[in-house]
């Protein structure tokens, strides 16, 4: 069965520190790899995707970047945050066939203080 | 480019309550449409997909219907129970591999007991 993990579960961050979250999917190999970020009480908004291994798109720019360093690990970090960057951060996989859903993972919450 | 509208952002229902959410969506290519829910504190999960249209997709008492004259789809239920509290979202995946899932607003479900 796949799995899905995402760390940490929670941050409190001071504004201009780094920041870095991970996902690890164990149970599927070469899956489509997600970052999403969900504002409290709003909608998901699509970061980033990876096909493959080292390669990362952006969707929307929020002075964050994305790295996929193993073919199960995406990594979202950030050399200084805003706090607008505040929000609950979710990771997912899909397989690579059109049509195919999405998985999440639980989530890591980020407060910028 | 790819869009989809939720028309209701909070619905409040007593039990037994027949639920009804409305989505439409916009897009130049083949769709695969979902319905996710989630729940406090936690990633969304996917409670129905719907890929045919004019069919029914059902899980968990929820049923999906997607009409692709009018490009809307319909999460309904019945008798909703205080359990079914949650948000849910509708959204979309175009049909081609690389294609990004789309989420509505989201419609936060109150059941009162």
């Known amino acids: 069965a796949q799995t899905i993990h995402q760390w940490p579960v929670a941050e409190i961050k001071a504004v201009g520190s780094p920041l870095s979250l991970g996902c690890t999917i164990k149970g599927k190999s070469s899956p489509n790899l997600y970052w999403y970020w969900q504002a409290t009480g709003g909608t998901l908004q699509q970061l980033f995707y990876s096909i493959t291994v080292g390669q990362v798109e952006s969707v929307v720019q929020l002075n964050l970047s994305a790295s996929r360093p193993k073919d199960d690990q995406f990594i979202l970090s950030t050399e200084k945050l805003l706090l607008s960057h505040s929000g609950f951060y979710l990771c997912a996989w899909s397989l690579r066939g059109a049509g195919s859903d999405y998985t999440f993972g639980s989530g890591t919450r980020l407060l910028v203080i | 480019g790819d869009s989809v509208i939720q028309m209701q952002g909070q619905v409040t229902l007593s039990e037994n309550d027949f639920l009804f959410i409305n989505c439409t969506y916009s897009?130049?290519?083949?769709?695969?449409l979902f319905w996710y829910v989630q729940y406090s504190g936690e990633g969304p999960q996917l409670l129905l997909q719907v890929t045919t249209a004019n069919n029914k997709g059902s899980s968990r008492g929820f049923e999906a219907t997607y009409d692709k004259g009018t490009t809307s789809f319909h999460l309904q239920k019945t008798s909703v129970q205080e359990i079914d509290s949650a948000v849910y979202y509708c959204a979309m995946r175009e049909g081609n591999a690389g294609a990004k899932l789309t989420f509505g607003g989201g419609t936060r479900l109150t059941v009162r007991p």
């Open positions: 897009t130049t290519g083949y769709p695969t």
